[in-house]
């Protein structure tokens, strides 16, 4: 053995590396909803429908005085005071609804028979909310194991672990009642009653009282909450540090990302080891759950709220598309993910494609390179952005110095819009059972959608817009489609581009993996057209507005406007779904399209199959995430 | 003997070294990790303390140090995906990596050496024929096509095989082929070339001459002979059996070594990409030192001093 051999093996050792381097690069089961105060909130509505009436917004905002609101607003303010008592009065009367426990279960069968399930990602135990990271996070509560406080019911909520809450008038807490009965339960062992104590300590752990959380949500429980805290066995205060009005949405049911809850107890005794003990209070215990092979999951017979209708549940991964579609062809799967691709060829075997989790994921192409904004929205300090390149290798980045540029740029954003037949699109790559989106952040098959937001496929209008533009013989350049993100199909990209082609435009694809794109957005450095999920059609109604309305380390996808940040902090203060906010929303899309900032061009349903031969219902509900749920619901044949 | 050996284990440690810094230098090129985790609400008390925790907030050199210091006692740190220990996240996935390794290997061993010697001794004969078409398809068909077909065929229509993930012995036949069958190609082709070289030498026609049995000069005289070659080329694929068999893993589900390095580095998930690549680097000086062993073992005339 000679020095030149340990270069030689040296040599290799490097090889190997480099060669990873180089990879690198590259129903009969019911929840019955006892509406006891439904009334009661259909009166605020009308109510607030009749504030609307000049005689009544005086008694209103008389009422607003006589509480804590100092009125020193010149008359015209008066509609802002109104919308402020719309939202004490719906928040008041907000004591919701306690659902009846249930089962899924047939009358007098006990659990019995295995439920498989083929997913693309079996996820890993993460029990500990300050390491429960996207979208593993999402696992726990879709497999039946954990639950939150809330979850969603059609387009809205219904409770969960919470018996329902009460908002402070001033919107300054909200307090949660938690059920009593309900069980934490391991494996081997039964971890007592889940109090208020587990409650506090899960959301705190997320990121009310924890900045270093992971928690796919720490950045917005964070933003929203102060340290939770108990105030007796069976109530939790959440006290705001900022107001707003999706927090429900977004922090306390499953669909929006919500914390799990999980014990306190068992951190108590098992310390960091809490994040693999699998305890939770689901329907279903995790008898063993193997990252990237299997969950094995046993039903529980003592669940405070469902009896389900087998007694295991198997959740194999199999990353690979077709790898599932087998399973689901040979029984080996019973319930499967699916892309929308291969739902055509497994309906006409039998199998039933079901979209009800809601979610249909919008290829929009972002315009990268349009900060526009010239300080921080939140602090004001001045801020640079190397991407904002507004020159002429740049057609489509605006300054809004420059009046001239700025509209020159809107109008080649809004021919590259025109140029695309989303139509073709949808039919030829998506079989037909997509959709169409024309701006960014709403997609046209939502319930706030608007025609006046349409944009029709006009190749020669295109042409004519670019040559006012000043670029009659098209331009050059580069087109991102990141080849590796699960939300993004780089054929539908492949087709914007040569959409692009035929009005003279000559984009060039970069498909470079998007973690090492990622940080080059983080740091507003990206200034070229590229293609990412957008709008999503299962959104609930209403809400805050968002597209990159938050200062650096956030991430953004490459524009800045400080109109963003005031739609969003205006949108976020208001009641979700109230008509100010979604009057708020109409003028944020208003914006989005008369800037065509970020461009919709079709949208992917997320799909799962089940075999109806063997499944005889499944509740499957909204899942803004997309994620599985209502496992816990299915009843085999 | 016992200086080669001592001198080869040193040997192994500096290249282990050198390529913990290569790789740890270059994790941390891709990128400050903070930024393929943080969202786009981050805060820059979110950013400070993921840094803190991280050990982001100390120069390269030191947080190499640290993390060797650990790495020397067995912690490679925490992953950033899911927080668990690294080195348990690895130790949970060989197993498996081994399995498929092995059953893969195996058929390497058992089809390839045999179909090549058969071709060779019975050059132009149907053994022969039937040994290069099988050498041909392998090396034609992709491992990932290969896969799925073999998916389609023999669990779709046919029904005999499970579709993949792990369990009995039949779980392991269509994965082992699917990874094993270019492999078993190659070694089909090596020992065929070697032995037919080492049949025409003048050794073997002597032994013939003396009498000997014909399947023993083939299988104890000519084979022993011929098998330098395939054997470091066995050594190799057994190397890359363990590190680079991503594409049969994520066909057949597979929950193995290739796929974890492949998320963690997508993912920069750094103590997971780093400890993976360790171990890869460790297995690798690992089965060429015993390649060493194994060629003085073969050949007798082959000594090390």
Same mark, same amino acid.
């Given at each position: 053995?000679?020095?030149?051999?340990?270069?030689? !093996? &040296?040599?290799?050792?490097? &090889?190997?590396?480099?060669?990873?381097?180089?990879?690198?690069?590259?129903?009969?089961?019911?929840?019955?909803?006892?509406?006891?105060?439904?009334?009661?909130?259909?009166?605020?509505?009308?109510?607030?429908?009749?504030?609307?009436?000049?005689?009544?917004?005086?008694?209103?905002?008389?009422?607003?005085?006589?509480?804590?609101?100092?009125?020193?607003?010149?008359?015209?303010?008066?509609?802002?005071?109104?919308?402020?008592?719309?939202?004490?009065?719906?928040?008041?009367?907000?004591?919701?609804?306690?659902?009846?426990?249930?089962?899924?279960?047939?009358?007098?069968?006990?659990?019995?028979?295995?439920?498989?399930?083929?997913?693309?990602?079996?996820?890993?135990?993460?029990?500990?909310?300050?390491?429960?990271?996207?979208?593993?996070?999402?696992?726990?509560?879709?497999?039946?194991?954990?639950?939150?406080?809330?979850?969603?019911?059609?387009?809205?909520?219904?409770?969960?672990?919470?018996?329902?809450?009460?908002?402070?008038?001033?919107?300054?807490?909200?307090?949660?009642?938690?059920?009593?009965?309900?069980?934490?339960? +391991?494996?081997?062992?039964?971890?007592?009653?889940?109090?208020?104590?587990?409650?506090?300590?899960?959301?705190?752990?997320?990121?009310?009282?924890?900045?270093? /959380?992971?928690?796919?949500?720490?950045?917005?429980?964070?933003?929203?909450?102060?340290?939770?805290?108990?105030?007796?066995?069976?109530?939790?205060?959440?006290?705001?540090?900022?107001?707003?009005?999706?927090? &429900?949405?977004?922090?306390?049911?499953?669909?929006? +990302?919500?914390?799990?809850?999980?014990?306190?107890?068992?951190?108590?005794?098992?310390?960091?080891?809490? &994040?693999?003990?699998?305890?939770?209070?689901?329907?279903?215990?995790?008898?063993?759950?193997?990252?990237?092979?299997?969950?094995?999951?046993?039903?529980?017979?003592?669940?405070?709220?469902?009896?389900?209708?087998?007694?295991?549940?198997?959740?194999?991964?199999?990353?690979?598309?077709?790898?599932?579609?087998?399973?689901? !062809?040979?029984?080996?799967?019973?319930?499967?993910?699916?892309?929308?691709?291969?739902?055509?060829?497994?309906?006409?075997?039998?199998?039933?494609?079901?979209?009800?989790?809601?979610?249909?994921?919008?290829?929009?192409?972002?315009?990268?390179?349009?900060?526009? /904004?010239?300080?921080?929205?939140?602090?004001?300090?001045?801020?640079?952005?190397?991407?904002?390149?507004?020159?002429?290798?740049?057609?489509?980045?605006?300054?809004?110095?420059?009046?001239?540029?700025?509209?020159?740029?809107?109008?080649?954003?809004?021919?590259?819009?025109?140029?695309?037949? !989303?139509?073709?699109?949808?039919?030829?790559?998506?079989?037909?059972?997509? +959709?169409?989106?024309?701006?960014?952040?709403?997609?046209?098959?939502?319930?706030?959608?608007?025609?006046?937001?349409?944009?029709?496929?006009?190749?020669?209008?295109?042409?004519?817009?670019?040559?006012?533009?000043?670029?009659?013989?098209?331009?050059?350049?580069?087109?991102?489609?990141?080849?590796?993100?699960?939300?993004?199909?780089?054929?539908?990209?492949?087709?914007?581009?040569?959409?692009?082609?035929?009005?003279?435009?000559?984009?060039?694809?970069?498909?470079?993996?998007?973690?090492?794109?990622?940080?080059?957005?983080?740091?507003?450095?990206?200034?070229?057209?590229?293609?990412?999920?957008?709008?999503?059609?299962?959104?609930?109604?209403?809400?805050?507005?968002?597209?990159?309305?938050?200062?650096?380390?956030?991430?953004? +996808?490459?524009?800045?406007?400080?109109?963003?940040?005031?739609?969003?902090?205006?949108?976020?203060?208001?009641?979700?779904?109230?008509?100010?906010?979604?009057?708020?929303?109409?003028?944020?899309?208003?914006?989005?399209?008369?800037?065509?900032?970020?461009?919709?061009?079709?949208?992917?349903?997320?799909?799962?199959?089940?075999?109806? !031969?063997?499944?005889?219902?499944?509740?499957?509900?909204?899942?803004?995430?997309?994620?599985?749920?209502?496992?816990?619901?299915?009843?085999?044949? | 003997?016992?200086?080669? *050996?001592?001198?080869?284990?040193?040997?192994?440690?500096?290249?282990?070294?050198?390529?913990?810094?290569?790789?740890?230098?270059?994790?941390?090129?891709?990128?400050?990790?903070? *930024?393929?985790?943080?969202?786009?609400?981050?805060?820059?008390?979110?950013?400070?303390?993921?840094?803190?925790?991280?050990?982001?907030?100390?120069?390269?050199?030191?947080?190499?140090?640290?993390?060797?210091?650990?790495?020397?006692?067995?912690?490679?740190?925490?992953?950033?995906?899911?927080?668990?220990? #690294?080195?348990?996240?690895?130790?949970?996935?060989?197993?498996?990596?081994?399995?498929?390794?092995?059953?893969?290997?195996?058929?390497?061993?058992?089809?390839?050496?045999?179909?090549?010697?058969?071709?060779?001794?019975?050059?132009?004969?149907?053994?022969?024929?039937?040994?290069?078409?099988?050498?041909?398809?392998?090396?034609? *068909?992709?491992?990932?096509?290969?896969?799925?077909? *073999?998916?389609?065929?023999?669990?779709?229509?046919?029904?005999?095989?499970?579709?993949?993930?792990?369990?009995?012995?039949?779980?392991?036949?269509?994965?082992?082929?699917?990874?094993?069958?270019?492999?078993?190609?190659?070694?089909?082709?090596?020992?065929?070339?070697?032995?037919?070289?080492?049949?025409?030498?003048?050794?073997?026609?002597?032994?013939?001459?003396?009498?000997?049995?014909?399947?023993?000069?083939?299988?104890?005289?000519?084979?022993?002979?011929?098998?330098?070659?395939?054997?470091?080329?066995?050594?190799?694929?057994?190397? #890359?059996?363990?590190?680079?068999?991503?594409?049969?893993?994520?066909?057949?589900?597979?929950?193995?070594?290739?796929?974890?390095?492949?998320?963690?580095?997508?993912?920069?998930?750094?103590?997971?990409?780093?400890?993976?690549?360790?171990?890869?680097?460790?297995?690798?000086?690992?089965?060429?030192?015993?390649?060493?062993?194994?060629?003085?073992?073969?050949?007798?005339?082959?000594?090390?001093?």
């Amino acid at each position: 053995m000679s020095t030149r051999s340990f270069w030689a !093996r &040296l040599a290799s050792s490097g &090889l190997l590396v480099g060669v990873l381097i180089a990879a690198i690069a590259c129903g009969e089961k019911e929840v019955v909803v006892t509406q006891v105060v439904e009334k009661s909130v259909e009166k605020v509505i009308q109510q607030t429908v009749v504030v609307e009436k000049e005689k009544i917004v005086e008694k209103q905002v008389e009422k607003v005085v006589q509480q804590t609101v100092v009125v020193e607003k010149p008359v015209e303010k008066v509609v802002q005071q109104t919308v402020v008592v719309e939202k004490e009065k719906i928040v008041e009367k907000l004591v919701v609804a306690t659902p009846t426990p249930g089962t899924a279960a047939r009358p007098g069968k006990q659990p019995e028979g295995t439920l498989t399930v083929a997913m693309s990602d079996v996820g890993t135990p993460l029990f500990l909310n300050r390491a429960a990271t996207w979208p593993l996070n999402l696992y726990h509560t879709g497999f039946g194991l954990t639950e939150t406080l809330a979850k969603a019911k059609g387009q809205g909520e219904e409770p969960m672990l919470a018996e329902g809450w009460t908002m402070a008038a001033d919107q300054s807490k909200v307090t949660f009642k938690i059920r009593k009965g309900v069980t934490f339960a +391991g494996k081997d062992r039964n971890w007592g009653e889940m109090t208020a104590e587990d409650v506090v300590w899960s959301f705190n752990d997320a990121g009310a009282e924890n900045a270093g /959380s992971k928690h796919d949500q720490a950045d917005v429980i964070g933003l929203t909450y102060l340290p939770w805290k108990v105030v007796d066995q069976y109530t939790v205060e959440a006290p705001f540090k900022q107001f707003q009005g999706s927090w &429900l949405a977004q922090t306390i049911i499953e669909a929006g +990302g919500g914390a799990n809850i999980v014990s306190k107890k068992v951190f108590a005794e098992k310390g960091d080891a809490a &994040l693999t003990t699998m305890v939770g209070t689901g329907p279903f215990v995790a008898e063993k759950w193997s990252p990237d092979e299997r969950l094995v999951a046993i039903a529980r017979t003592d669940h405070w709220r469902i009896l389900p209708d087998y007694r295991r549940l198997v959740v194999m991964e199999a990353p690979e598309t077709l790898t599932r579609v087998a399973m689901m !062809r040979t029984g080996e799967a019973i319930i499967a993910e699916v892309p929308l691709k291969e739902a055509p060829g497994l309906k006409n075997l039998g199998y039933v494609p079901d979209d009800r989790v809601g979610v249909a994921t919008g290829q929009n192409v972002y315009f990268a390179g349009n900060y526009w /904004s010239k300080k921080d929205p939140r602090t004001g300090a001045s801020v640079t952005r190397s991407g904002f390149k507004p020159d002429a290798s740049h057609p489509w980045i605006g300054d809004p110095d420059d009046p001239a540029r700025m509209e020159s740029a809107r109008k080649v954003r809004l021919a590259m819009s025109m140029a695309i037949d !989303r139509k073709t699109i949808n039919d030829t790559i998506l079989a037909g059972l997509g +959709g169409v989106v024309y701006i960014g952040q709403i997609s046209a098959q939502n319930p706030e959608w608007k025609d006046k937001w349409k944009i029709d496929y006009d190749p020669a209008g295109a042409k004519a817009l670019l040559a006012e533009a000043g670029y009659p013989g098209g331009f050059s350049f580069k087109f991102f489609i990141p080849p590796d993100l699960g939300s993004v199909d780089p054929e539908v990209g492949k087709a914007i581009a040569s959409f692009w082609q035929q009005i003279g435009l000559k984009p060039q694809l970069e498909t470079t993996s998007y973690s090492a794109r990622r940080p080059s957005m983080v740091a507003r450095e990206i200034d070229i057209p590229w293609l990412m999920q957008g709008s999503d059609r299962g959104a609930p109604v209403g809400g805050p507005t968002c597209p990159f309305c938050f200062p650096q380390p956030g991430w953004n +996808g490459g524009y800045e406007a400080q109109e963003f940040y005031d739609f969003w902090k205006a949108s976020s203060e208001q009641v979700m779904g109230s008509p100010a906010n979604l009057a708020t929303r109409d003028q944020f899309y208003d914006y989005m399209f008369k800037w065509q900032l970020q461009i919709g061009t079709v949208e992917i349903p997320k799909l799962f199959v089940y075999d109806g !031969r063997r499944v005889a219902s499944w509740q499957l509900e909204r899942n803004t995430q997309s994620a599985i749920n209502g496992l816990d619901s299915v009843v085999l044949k | 003997m016992g200086f080669f *050996l001592l001198r080869r284990a040193f040997y192994m440690v500096v290249a282990l070294i050198a390529a913990t810094m290569i790789v740890f230098g270059l994790s941390r090129m891709a990128g400050d990790p903070r *930024l393929l985790f943080l969202t786009e609400q981050a805060t820059q008390e979110q950013w400070d303390a993921w840094g803190k925790e991280m050990g982001l907030d100390r120069p390269l050199v030191i947080q190499y140090g640290i993390w060797m210091g650990k790495a020397l006692r067995g912690d490679l740190g925490k992953s950033l995906r899911t927080g668990y220990s #690294a080195r348990d996240v690895i130790l949970q996935r060989i197993p498996a990596t081994l399995q498929l390794a092995s059953a893969s290997f195996l058929f390497v061993l058992v089809v390839g050496i045999p179909l090549g010697v058969l071709s060779a001794v019975k050059r132009g004969s149907a053994f022969d024929v039937i040994g290069r078409s099988f050498a041909a398809f392998g090396q034609a *068909l992709p491992p990932f096509w290969l896969g799925l077909m *073999l998916m389609l065929l023999l669990s779709v229509k046919l029904g005999w095989l499970p579709t993949g993930q792990r369990g009995g012995l039949d779980h392991y036949i269509m994965p082992a082929v699917t990874l094993g069958w270019l492999a078993a190609a190659g070694m089909l082709r090596l020992v065929r070339s070697a032995m037919l070289e080492t049949l025409d030498s003048e050794y073997i026609k002597f032994t013939r001459a003396k009498g000997v049995a014909g399947w023993t000069v083939v299988w104890k005289h000519a084979l022993r002979n011929a098998l330098i070659a395939p054997l470091t080329y066995g050594a190799l694929l057994l190397t #890359a059996f363990l590190t680079g068999t991503v594409v049969t893993e994520t066909v057949f589900a597979w929950p193995g070594l290739g796929r974890l390095t492949v998320t963690a580095v997508i993912q920069n998930d750094f103590p997971v990409m780093t400890g993976a690549v360790l171990v890869f680097t460790a297995l690798y000086l690992g089965v060429t030192f015993f390649l060493d062993l194994g060629y003085a073992l073969v050949d007798p005339r082959i000594r090390y001093r």
